[in-house]
Protein backbone atom coordinates (compact mmCIF):
# COMPACT_ATOMS: atom_id res chain seq x y z
CA UNK A 1 0.00 0.00 0.00
CA UNK A 2 2.90 2.33 0.46
CA UNK A 3 4.65 1.85 -2.72
CA UNK A 4 1.28 3.13 -4.14
CA UNK A 5 0.60 6.06 -2.99
CA UNK A 6 4.03 7.26 -2.40
CA UNK A 7 4.27 9.61 -5.24
CA UNK A 8 0.50 10.86 -4.21
CA UNK A 9 1.98 11.52 -0.69
CA UNK A 10 5.61 13.34 -1.42
CA UNK A 11 5.80 16.36 -4.24
CA UNK A 12 8.97 16.16 -6.93
CA UNK A 13 10.26 18.90 -5.43
CA UNK A 14 10.51 18.29 -1.93
CA UNK A 15 11.79 14.57 -2.90
CA UNK A 16 14.99 16.45 -4.78
CA UNK A 17 15.59 18.86 -2.26
CA UNK A 18 15.73 16.27 -0.12
CA UNK A 19 18.22 14.34 -2.16
CA UNK A 20 20.13 17.67 -2.84
CA UNK A 21 21.15 18.25 1.09
CA UNK A 22 21.95 14.52 0.63
CA UNK A 23 24.82 15.09 -1.48
CA UNK A 24 26.33 17.61 0.61
CA UNK A 25 26.75 14.87 3.67
CA UNK A 26 27.06 12.52 0.97
CA UNK A 27 30.34 14.40 -0.30
CA UNK A 28 31.78 14.87 3.48
CA UNK A 29 31.46 11.20 4.00
CA UNK A 30 33.62 10.55 1.52
CA UNK A 31 35.95 12.85 2.17
CA UNK A 32 36.15 11.44 5.19
CA UNK A 33 36.74 8.01 4.45
CA UNK A 34 38.83 8.41 1.65
CA UNK A 35 41.92 10.15 3.48
CA UNK A 36 42.93 6.87 5.18
CA UNK A 37 44.62 5.51 2.03
CA UNK A 38 45.94 9.13 1.42
CA UNK A 39 47.90 8.87 4.89
CA UNK A 40 51.56 7.44 3.30
CA UNK A 41 51.56 10.22 1.01
CA UNK A 42 50.54 12.57 2.55
CA UNK A 43 52.98 11.85 5.52
CA UNK A 44 55.92 11.76 2.47
CA UNK A 45 54.65 15.10 0.86
CA UNK A 46 54.25 17.10 4.07
CA UNK A 47 56.95 15.36 5.96
CA UNK A 48 54.73 14.21 9.01
CA UNK A 49 54.80 11.37 11.11
CA UNK A 50 51.34 8.74 11.06
CA UNK A 51 50.28 10.17 14.76
CA UNK A 52 49.90 14.01 13.18
CA UNK A 53 48.46 12.98 9.49
CA UNK A 54 45.71 11.26 11.50
CA UNK A 55 44.51 14.35 12.59
CA UNK A 56 42.71 14.85 9.41
CA UNK A 57 40.36 11.93 10.55
CA UNK A 58 40.20 12.38 13.95
CA UNK A 59 39.61 16.11 14.39
CA UNK A 60 37.18 15.83 11.05
CA UNK A 61 34.99 13.92 13.55
CA UNK A 62 35.16 15.83 16.60
CA UNK A 63 34.47 18.83 14.41
CA UNK A 64 31.80 17.54 12.72
CA UNK A 65 30.26 15.99 16.27
CA UNK A 66 30.42 19.73 17.91
CA UNK A 67 28.81 21.42 15.09
CA UNK A 68 26.22 18.89 15.36
CA UNK A 69 25.71 20.22 19.05
CA UNK A 70 24.60 23.35 17.17
CA UNK A 71 22.19 22.15 15.00
CA UNK A 72 18.74 22.56 16.90
CA UNK A 73 19.98 25.99 17.60
CA UNK A 74 20.76 26.25 13.85
CA UNK A 75 17.10 25.05 12.87
CA UNK A 76 15.45 27.95 15.46
CA UNK A 77 17.94 30.45 13.89
CA UNK A 78 18.00 30.04 10.56
CA UNK A 79 15.59 28.80 7.24
CA UNK A 80 16.06 25.55 5.29
CA UNK A 81 17.42 27.20 1.97
CA UNK A 82 20.19 29.78 4.24
CA UNK A 83 21.37 26.28 6.07
CA UNK A 84 21.54 24.38 2.74
CA UNK A 85 23.81 27.18 1.69
CA UNK A 86 25.81 27.77 4.65
CA UNK A 87 27.10 23.62 4.04
CA UNK A 88 27.32 24.00 0.42
CA UNK A 89 29.57 26.70 0.80
CA UNK A 90 31.97 26.08 3.43
CA UNK A 91 32.03 22.30 1.87
CA UNK A 92 33.58 24.04 -1.26
CA UNK A 93 35.77 26.96 0.59
CA UNK A 94 37.14 23.83 2.80
CA UNK A 95 37.84 22.04 -0.71
CA UNK A 96 39.83 24.49 -2.86
CA UNK A 97 41.40 24.92 0.67
CA UNK A 98 42.28 21.54 0.50
CA UNK A 99 43.37 21.41 -3.16
CA UNK A 100 45.76 24.38 -2.92
CA UNK A 101 47.45 23.15 0.50
CA UNK A 102 51.34 23.96 0.54
CA UNK A 103 51.73 22.74 4.10
CA UNK A 104 49.93 20.37 6.55
CA UNK A 105 48.04 22.90 8.76
CA UNK A 106 46.96 24.50 5.40
CA UNK A 107 45.32 20.95 4.59
CA UNK A 108 43.73 20.81 8.44
CA UNK A 109 41.71 24.04 7.97
CA UNK A 110 40.33 22.82 4.85
CA UNK A 111 39.66 19.88 6.33
CA UNK A 112 37.62 21.70 9.54
CA UNK A 113 35.92 23.40 6.94
CA UNK A 114 34.14 20.14 5.61
CA UNK A 115 33.76 19.05 8.56
CA UNK A 116 31.37 22.41 9.31
CA UNK A 117 29.73 21.58 6.46
CA UNK A 118 28.74 17.32 7.34
CA UNK A 119 27.94 19.10 10.65
CA UNK A 120 25.43 21.55 9.22
CA UNK A 121 24.20 19.25 6.27
CA UNK A 122 23.81 15.81 8.08
CA UNK A 123 20.80 16.92 10.51
CA UNK A 124 19.41 19.04 8.39
CA UNK A 125 18.60 16.43 6.11
CA UNK A 126 17.07 14.41 8.96
CA UNK A 127 14.80 17.67 10.11
CA UNK A 128 13.73 18.19 6.29
CA UNK A 129 12.79 14.64 6.28
CA UNK A 130 10.82 14.56 9.68
CA UNK A 131 8.83 17.85 8.80
CA UNK A 132 8.07 17.78 4.91
CA UNK A 133 7.07 13.34 4.95
CA UNK A 134 3.94 12.59 5.93
CA UNK A 135 3.62 9.85 8.56
CA UNK A 136 2.50 6.49 6.72
CA UNK A 137 6.19 6.76 4.93
CA UNK A 138 8.78 8.32 7.20
CA UNK A 139 10.08 5.23 7.84
CA UNK A 140 11.08 4.46 4.21
CA UNK A 141 12.37 8.21 3.85
CA UNK A 142 14.45 8.06 6.93
CA UNK A 143 15.96 5.28 5.28
CA UNK A 144 16.50 6.82 1.87
CA UNK A 145 18.08 9.31 4.00
CA UNK A 146 20.59 6.46 5.51
CA UNK A 147 21.11 5.03 2.19
CA UNK A 148 22.19 8.50 1.21
CA UNK A 149 24.96 8.98 3.54
CA UNK A 150 25.27 5.23 4.37
CA UNK A 151 27.09 4.21 0.87
CA UNK A 152 29.86 6.83 0.96
CA UNK A 153 31.51 4.61 3.73
CA UNK A 154 32.11 2.00 0.54
CA UNK A 155 32.47 3.98 -2.09
CA UNK A 156 35.28 6.02 -0.05
CA UNK A 157 38.43 3.86 0.37
CA UNK A 158 38.60 2.79 -3.17
CA UNK A 159 37.72 6.15 -4.63
CA UNK A 160 40.28 7.80 -2.34
CA UNK A 161 42.62 4.81 -3.13
CA UNK A 162 42.08 4.88 -7.40
CA UNK A 163 43.15 8.53 -7.47
CA UNK A 164 45.94 8.29 -5.02
CA UNK A 165 47.57 5.98 -6.86
CA UNK A 166 46.62 7.63 -10.54
CA UNK A 167 46.28 10.78 -10.17
CA UNK A 168 47.92 11.82 -6.91
CA UNK A 169 46.17 12.87 -3.50
CA UNK A 170 44.85 16.38 -4.49
CA UNK A 171 42.14 15.09 -6.69
CA UNK A 172 40.66 13.10 -4.38
CA UNK A 173 39.22 17.11 -3.29
CA UNK A 174 39.12 18.77 -6.75
CA UNK A 175 36.53 15.22 -8.23
CA UNK A 176 34.01 15.45 -4.65
CA UNK A 177 33.86 19.42 -6.52
CA UNK A 178 31.50 17.96 -8.40
CA UNK A 179 29.21 16.59 -6.05
CA UNK A 180 28.15 20.38 -4.23
CA UNK A 181 27.85 21.53 -7.59
CA UNK A 182 25.03 19.20 -8.51
CA UNK A 183 23.19 19.92 -5.30
CA UNK A 184 23.37 23.46 -6.00
CA UNK A 185 21.42 23.24 -9.29
CA UNK A 186 19.12 20.73 -7.65
CA UNK A 187 18.62 22.04 -4.31
CA UNK A 188 18.37 25.80 -5.93
CA UNK A 189 15.68 24.78 -7.99
CA UNK A 190 13.79 22.41 -5.81
CA UNK A 191 14.36 23.36 -2.21
CA UNK A 192 11.85 25.41 -0.33
CA UNK A 193 11.80 27.04 3.11
CA UNK A 194 8.84 26.14 5.72
CA UNK A 195 6.06 28.48 6.32
CA UNK A 196 7.22 29.88 9.76
CA UNK A 197 8.46 32.66 11.39
CA UNK A 198 11.99 32.81 12.34
CA UNK A 199 12.63 32.88 16.23
CA UNK A 200 14.89 35.56 18.04
CA UNK A 201 17.30 33.42 19.38
CA UNK A 202 20.46 33.68 21.23
CA UNK A 203 23.11 30.84 21.46
CA UNK A 204 24.07 29.66 24.79
CA UNK A 205 28.00 30.17 23.84
CA UNK A 206 29.07 29.15 27.01
CA UNK A 207 26.83 26.29 27.03
CA UNK A 208 28.62 25.31 23.67
CA UNK A 209 32.50 26.00 24.54
CA UNK A 210 31.31 23.51 27.75
CA UNK A 211 30.16 20.85 25.77
CA UNK A 212 32.78 21.09 22.96
CA UNK A 213 35.18 21.12 25.58
CA UNK A 214 33.91 17.28 27.24
CA UNK A 215 33.77 16.21 23.75
CA UNK A 216 37.21 17.19 22.88
CA UNK A 217 38.68 16.66 25.96
CA UNK A 218 37.37 12.57 26.73
CA UNK A 219 38.36 11.61 23.00
CA UNK A 220 42.17 13.18 23.91
CA UNK A 221 42.42 11.19 27.32
CA UNK A 222 41.12 7.73 25.93
CA UNK A 223 43.62 8.46 22.86
CA UNK A 224 46.31 8.97 25.63
CA UNK A 225 44.92 5.90 27.21
CA UNK A 226 45.59 4.29 24.28
CA UNK A 227 49.16 5.01 24.46
CA UNK A 228 49.43 3.90 28.11
CA UNK A 229 49.19 7.37 29.54
CA UNK A 230 46.78 8.57 31.78
CA UNK A 231 46.42 12.36 31.59
CA UNK A 232 44.87 13.57 34.69
CA UNK A 233 44.56 17.41 33.96
CA UNK A 234 42.40 16.15 31.00
CA UNK A 235 40.13 13.72 33.04
CA UNK A 236 40.08 16.54 35.90
CA UNK A 237 38.71 19.45 32.59
CA UNK A 238 36.28 16.60 30.99
CA UNK A 239 34.53 15.90 34.41
CA UNK A 240 33.93 19.83 34.91
CA UNK A 241 33.40 21.20 31.84
CA UNK A 242 30.52 18.19 31.78
CA UNK A 243 29.24 19.22 35.32
CA UNK A 244 28.98 22.79 34.63
CA UNK A 245 27.59 22.07 31.12
CA UNK A 246 24.88 20.19 32.82
CA UNK A 247 24.31 22.94 35.50
CA UNK A 248 24.60 25.70 32.56
CA UNK A 249 21.96 23.76 30.50
CA UNK A 250 19.42 23.68 33.13
CA UNK A 251 19.34 27.01 34.58
CA UNK A 252 20.30 29.10 31.50
CA UNK A 253 17.10 30.64 28.69
CA UNK A 254 19.72 31.11 26.13
CA UNK A 255 19.45 28.63 23.31
CA UNK A 256 21.11 25.46 22.86
CA UNK A 257 20.55 21.70 23.39
CA UNK A 258 17.83 21.08 25.96
CA UNK A 259 18.76 18.44 27.98
CA UNK A 260 15.72 17.86 29.62
CA UNK A 261 14.68 15.58 26.82
CA UNK A 262 16.68 12.90 28.75
CA UNK A 263 13.77 13.15 31.66
CA UNK A 264 12.30 10.87 29.43
CA UNK A 265 13.59 7.26 29.85
CA UNK A 266 12.49 6.13 26.36
CA UNK A 267 14.37 8.82 24.50
CA UNK A 268 16.97 8.23 26.82
CA UNK A 269 17.23 4.36 26.21
CA UNK A 270 16.87 4.44 22.18
CA UNK A 271 19.78 7.06 22.20
CA UNK A 272 22.38 4.75 24.26
CA UNK A 273 21.25 1.72 22.64
CA UNK A 274 21.31 3.91 19.20
CA UNK A 275 25.48 4.94 20.45
CA UNK A 276 26.27 1.78 21.08
CA UNK A 277 25.31 0.13 17.88
CA UNK A 278 27.58 2.85 15.70
CA UNK A 279 30.05 2.46 18.83
CA UNK A 280 30.52 -1.28 17.57
CA UNK A 281 30.44 -0.35 13.60
CA UNK A 282 33.37 1.96 14.30
CA UNK A 283 35.05 -0.23 16.38
CA UNK A 284 34.88 -3.44 13.77
CA UNK A 285 35.55 -1.04 10.86
CA UNK A 286 38.64 -0.24 12.28
CA UNK A 287 40.33 -3.82 13.37
CA UNK A 288 39.46 -5.87 10.19
CA UNK A 289 41.59 -4.60 7.94
CA UNK A 290 43.89 -4.12 10.50
CA UNK A 291 43.64 -7.86 11.29
CA UNK A 292 43.63 -9.18 7.87
CA UNK A 293 46.84 -7.27 6.99
CA UNK A 294 49.06 -7.72 9.93
CA UNK A 295 47.45 -11.11 10.98
CA UNK A 296 46.73 -12.74 7.42
CA UNK A 297 49.06 -11.51 5.21
CA UNK A 298 46.13 -9.91 3.19
CA UNK A 299 47.24 -7.10 0.96
CA UNK A 300 45.62 -3.14 1.94
CA UNK A 301 43.51 -3.16 -1.18
CA UNK A 302 41.82 -6.68 -0.58
CA UNK A 303 41.87 -5.95 3.10
CA UNK A 304 39.84 -2.74 2.32
CA UNK A 305 37.52 -4.81 -0.04
CA UNK A 306 36.36 -7.43 2.68
CA UNK A 307 34.02 -4.48 4.01
CA UNK A 308 32.89 -3.77 0.64
CA UNK A 309 29.95 -6.32 -0.05
CA UNK A 310 28.88 -6.02 3.54
CA UNK A 311 28.98 -2.11 3.52
CA UNK A 312 26.97 -1.66 0.48
CA UNK A 313 24.33 -3.76 1.51
CA UNK A 314 23.59 -2.81 4.61
CA UNK A 315 23.22 0.51 2.81
CA UNK A 316 20.88 -0.78 0.31
CA UNK A 317 18.92 -2.50 2.93
CA UNK A 318 18.17 0.94 4.72
CA UNK A 319 14.90 1.58 2.76
CA UNK A 320 13.83 -1.84 3.25
CA UNK A 321 14.06 -0.74 7.31
CA UNK A 322 12.13 1.93 6.67
CA UNK A 323 9.68 -0.09 4.80
CA UNK A 324 9.18 -2.69 7.33
CA UNK A 325 8.45 0.07 10.12
CA UNK A 326 5.50 1.78 7.80
CA UNK A 327 3.67 -1.60 7.69
CA UNK A 328 5.04 -3.41 10.77
CA UNK A 329 6.00 -0.85 13.50
CA UNK A 330 9.48 -1.54 15.33
CA UNK A 331 9.29 -4.95 16.65
CA UNK A 332 10.17 -6.79 13.76
CA UNK A 333 12.78 -5.13 12.84
CA UNK A 334 14.75 -4.55 15.88
CA UNK A 335 14.06 -8.17 16.77
CA UNK A 336 15.53 -9.78 13.35
CA UNK A 337 18.96 -7.27 13.19
CA UNK A 338 19.38 -7.92 16.92
CA UNK A 339 19.08 -11.52 16.68
CA UNK A 340 21.16 -11.77 13.18
CA UNK A 341 24.52 -9.19 14.98
CA UNK A 342 24.54 -11.46 17.81
CA UNK A 343 25.06 -14.28 15.82
CA UNK A 344 27.50 -12.69 13.62
CA UNK A 345 29.59 -11.40 16.42
CA UNK A 346 29.81 -14.91 18.41
CA UNK A 347 31.09 -16.58 15.32
CA UNK A 348 33.72 -13.72 15.16
CA UNK A 349 34.15 -14.20 18.64
CA UNK A 350 34.93 -17.97 18.03
CA UNK A 351 38.41 -18.87 17.15
CA UNK A 352 39.64 -15.56 15.99
CA UNK A 353 42.78 -16.09 14.77
CA UNK A 354 41.24 -19.25 12.64
CA UNK A 355 39.29 -16.65 10.48
CA UNK A 356 39.73 -16.85 6.87
CA UNK A 357 39.42 -13.65 4.46
CA UNK A 358 35.63 -15.06 2.99
CA UNK A 359 34.48 -16.02 6.55
CA UNK A 360 35.12 -12.84 7.88
CA UNK A 361 33.54 -11.01 4.88
CA UNK A 362 30.55 -13.17 5.09
CA UNK A 363 29.94 -12.38 8.99
CA UNK A 364 30.48 -8.43 8.86
CA UNK A 365 27.79 -8.73 5.96
CA UNK A 366 25.79 -10.36 8.61
CA UNK A 367 26.95 -7.59 11.56
CA UNK A 368 26.22 -4.70 8.98
CA UNK A 369 22.40 -5.80 8.24
CA UNK A 370 22.22 -6.95 11.71
CA UNK A 371 23.27 -3.44 13.37
CA UNK A 372 21.08 -1.35 10.35
CA UNK A 373 17.56 -2.99 11.17
CA UNK A 374 17.37 -2.17 14.81
CA UNK A 375 19.85 1.22 14.32
CA UNK A 376 17.81 2.95 11.66
CA UNK A 377 14.48 1.25 13.34
CA UNK A 378 15.06 3.11 16.63
CA UNK A 379 16.29 6.31 15.63
CA UNK A 380 12.97 6.32 13.30
CA UNK A 381 10.61 5.20 15.81
CA UNK A 382 11.93 7.63 18.26
CA UNK A 383 11.96 10.65 15.98
CA UNK A 384 8.82 9.65 14.71
CA UNK A 385 7.06 9.06 18.48
CA UNK A 386 8.94 12.60 20.12
CA UNK A 387 6.66 16.06 20.35
CA UNK A 388 7.21 18.32 17.68
CA UNK A 389 8.74 20.99 20.09
CA UNK A 390 11.80 18.67 20.91
CA UNK A 391 12.31 16.75 17.28
CA UNK A 392 15.06 19.39 16.72
CA UNK A 393 16.74 18.78 20.16
CA UNK A 394 16.56 14.73 19.60
CA UNK A 395 17.72 14.84 15.84
CA UNK A 396 20.51 17.03 17.13
CA UNK A 397 21.94 14.50 19.96
CA UNK A 398 21.55 11.42 17.92
CA UNK A 399 23.34 13.24 15.20
CA UNK A 400 26.23 13.93 17.47
CA UNK A 401 26.03 10.53 19.36
CA UNK A 402 26.70 8.80 16.10
CA UNK A 403 29.58 10.73 15.16
CA UNK A 404 31.33 11.05 18.75
CA UNK A 405 30.52 7.48 19.51
CA UNK A 406 31.77 6.46 16.27
CA UNK A 407 35.29 8.02 16.89
CA UNK A 408 34.79 6.82 20.88
CA UNK A 409 35.12 3.23 19.04
CA UNK A 410 37.88 3.64 17.16
CA UNK A 411 39.67 5.16 19.76
CA UNK A 412 38.60 2.33 22.66
CA UNK A 413 39.01 -0.51 19.85
CA UNK A 414 43.12 0.64 19.53
CA UNK A 415 42.70 0.59 23.43
CA UNK A 416 41.95 -3.17 23.35
CA UNK A 417 44.22 -3.93 20.73
CA UNK A 418 47.43 -2.15 22.31
CA UNK A 419 47.10 -3.47 25.72
CA UNK A 420 46.98 -7.14 24.37
CA UNK A 421 49.49 -9.57 24.02
CA UNK A 422 49.09 -9.94 20.50
CA UNK A 423 46.96 -8.50 17.54
CA UNK A 424 45.14 -11.77 17.59
CA UNK A 425 44.00 -11.78 20.89
CA UNK A 426 43.44 -8.25 21.16
CA UNK A 427 41.19 -8.55 18.01
CA UNK A 428 39.30 -11.61 19.96
CA UNK A 429 38.68 -9.42 23.18
CA UNK A 430 37.29 -6.47 20.97
CA UNK A 431 34.92 -8.76 19.64
CA UNK A 432 34.12 -10.19 23.39
CA UNK A 433 33.24 -6.97 24.24
CA UNK A 434 30.98 -6.37 21.01
CA UNK A 435 29.15 -9.36 21.61
CA UNK A 436 28.46 -8.18 25.09
CA UNK A 437 27.48 -5.39 23.92
CA UNK A 438 25.00 -6.78 21.61
CA UNK A 439 23.35 -8.55 23.96
CA UNK A 440 23.27 -5.74 26.57
CA UNK A 441 21.42 -3.84 23.98
CA UNK A 442 19.22 -7.24 23.18
CA UNK A 443 17.77 -7.62 26.48
CA UNK A 444 17.84 -3.92 27.33
CA UNK A 445 16.25 -3.01 23.57
CA UNK A 446 12.48 -4.42 25.34
CA UNK A 447 12.11 -1.52 26.85
CA UNK A 448 11.29 0.37 24.09
CA UNK A 449 9.53 -1.71 21.50
CA UNK A 450 5.84 -1.63 22.96
CA UNK A 451 6.09 2.49 23.76
CA UNK A 452 3.49 4.20 21.83
CA UNK A 453 4.55 7.56 22.37
CA UNK A 454 6.75 9.84 24.50
CA UNK A 455 5.01 10.96 26.37
Not at 39 to 54: H, I, R
Not at 108 to 124: A, D
Not at 261 to 288: C, D, H, R, T
Not at 329 to 348: A, E
Request: hydrophobic letters at 50%.
Amino acid sequence: MVDNNIYNTVDKRTALGIISIGFISFSGIISETSMNVAFPSLMKFFNVSLNTVQGLTSFYLLDVAIVMTLSAFLKQKFLERQLFFMALGSFLLGSIICIFSINFPMLLLGRLFQGISTGIGTPLLFNVILERIPHKVIGLWMGIGSLIISIAPSIGPSYGGLLVSTAGWRWIFIGLLTLPIIALFIGNRNLSNSIRIKNIVKLDLIAFILLSTTLTSFIIEINSIAKGNINIVLLIVFLLALGMYIWRSLTSSKTFLNIRVFSNSFFSFSLLFFGIYQFSNLAVNFIIPIFLENSKGIGSLLAGFSMLPGTLIGALFNPKVGKLYDAKGPKLGIIFGNVLLVISLSFLSINTDQLSFLTIMFLYIGFTVGRNFPMNTIITNTLDKISLSDKTNANAFFQTTNQFLGALGTSVASLVVSNSISLEKGTHNLFILLLCLALFNFIGVFKILNKKSLD
